[in-house]
């Protein structure tokens, strides 16, 4: 079965640092993984998606991830915070079997003054 | 114009009432679903639904059932509302292309059972 796993269930940064939040998937297929954000009071957002066709991923609002498969990880960096950037990330893995989504349980993002 | 939008917004409700949630899209997409999220528990899928004639539960279907009324509306309903149906739900829709396809989610019902 596949799963992802968030590492970290809250985060907090400075204002102008790098932002690093962590997935790690589970997957006995190259998996389809997403990254989606969602800021407060609002539905989800997609941020970016792999989809197997490059490792480096680049989305909306300068984020970007890096499908490692040695590593089984899909982590989401961003070089500089944004105080706009608070808000909750949910990384996904997408079952090819029956296209449902497996969510992680979430990291939710403080950027500091 | 919202893509997929979701009625009520905030429900306050009490142990036991039948409640139903509805979502619309104009997307034009086949397939739908309802999750509900928990602090610390991320998405949970409750019900899917890939097009009129097919509706199939998730993980956590006890309590719910749902109703595809048309290709753009698929409702959720709890039929005897307990407390630890407390969350807030999601609709979401997604084009039948395969399962790289991006899901679309609508703004969300906070729902309270007294």
């Known amino acids: 079965a596949q799963s992802v796993t968030q590492l970290g269930s809250h985060v907090s940064v400075s204002e102008g640092a790098l932002v690093l939040l962590r997935c790690n998937y589970s997957?006995?297929?190259?998996?389809?993984l997403f990254w989606y954000v969602q800021y407060p009071n609002q539905g989800l957002q997609l941020l970016l998606k792999?989809?197997?066709?490059?490792?480096l991923v680049k989305g909306i609002n300068g984020f970007e991830a890096e499908f490692k498969k040695s590593e089984t990880s899909f982590h989401l960096t961003k070089p500089s915070a944004h105080m706009s950037d608070a808000a909750e990330y949910f990384c996904?893995?997408?079952?090819?079997?029956?296209?449902?989504?497996?969510f992680g349980t979430g990291t939710r993002l403080k950027v500091l003054a | 114009d919202a893509d997929v939008t979701q009625t009520p917004r905030n429900r306050i409700t009490k142990t036991g009432k039948r409640i139903m949630l509805e979502c619309s899209q104009t997307?034009?997409?086949?397939?739908m679903y309802w999750y509900r999220q928990d602090p610390g528990l991320g998405l949970r899928l409750i019900y899917y639904?890939?097009?009129?004639?097919?509706?199939n539960k998730g993980e956590i279907s006890d309590g719910y059932s749902v109703s595809r009324q048309a290709q753009a509306k698929f409702s959720l309903s709890l039929e005897s509302a307990i407390p630890n149906q407390t969350a807030l739900y999601f609709c979401?829709?997604?084009?039948?292309?395969?399962?790289?396809?991006?899901?679309?989610f609508g703004p969300g019902t906070r729902l309270l059972v007294l």
């Open positions: 979401a829709t997604s084009s039948a292309q395969g399962s790289q396809e991006t899901q679309y």
């Open positions: 997957s006995s297929v190259p998996p389809y």
């Open positions: 792999y989809t197997s066709a490059a490792t």
């Open positions: 996904a893995v997408s079952d090819h079997r029956t296209y449902k989504y497996i």
């Open positions: 997307k034009g997409h086949d397939r």
């Open positions: 639904s890939f097009d009129v004639k097919d509706i």
